[in-house]
């Protein structure tokens, strides 16, 4: 809401504020956690990209928003999770909305 908030208010005077979220992120202070046998895999078994993410894409998403290329984005959120948050809800049950088999 902070971000929102800031692009609301500083954004006619050209100032945009982004939120990039990360997911599943394989970094340095995560190595001892991903090193325990099978972690890495069913993490990875997750996402629909099927593989946990680098420190590099969220990186990416971030060079992108500070580039002219994302100028008119203000006030979002960017999800870097390799679509980790769209598959959460099928995990959920829910009366009704069982799948066909």
Aim: net charge neutral; proline share 10%.
């Amino acid at each position: 809401m902070l971000s929102r908030q800031l692009a609301l208010e500083w954004g006619p005077s050209g100032v945009r504020s982004n939120v990039v979220s990360p997911g599943l992120i394989r970094t340095p202070l995560s190595a001892d956690f991903y090193a325990r046998p099978g972690v890495a895999e069913a993490r990875a078994a997750m996402v629909p990209t099927r593989r946990v993410g680098a420190p590099p894409d969220v990186a990416d998403a971030v060079v992108w928003l500070a580039s002219p290329r994302a100028s008119y984005v203000n006030g979002d959120e960017i999800t870097v999770d390799g679509g980790l948050g769209r598959v959460l809800m099928s995990l959920v049950p829910r009366p009704g909305f069982e799948a066909a088999t």
